[in-house]
């Protein structure tokens, strides 16, 4: 095998591994609700 094909399967696989990893640590992150007292801004216009 020609080492340019080597050297591109290496980099392949090691793209898709880096892939697979951070996909599997990435966490789901919960919704935080945001409240703004919007009634004072509104009375000082």
């Known amino acids: ?3 340019g094909l080597i050297f591109l399967i290496v ?3 090691l793209l ?3 892939m697979f ?3 599997r640590s ?3 992150v919960p919704v935080q609700t945001m409240e703004a007292d ?3 801004n509104a ?3």
């Open 26 to 28: 990435a966490e789901e």
């Open 21 to 23: 990893l951070l996909s």
């Open 11 to 13: 980099v392949v696989l």
């Open 38 to 40: 919007v009634s004072s």
């Open 16 to 18: 898709v591994g880096g």
């Open 43 to 45: 009375a000082a216009n």
């Open 1 to 3: 095998m020609p080492r």
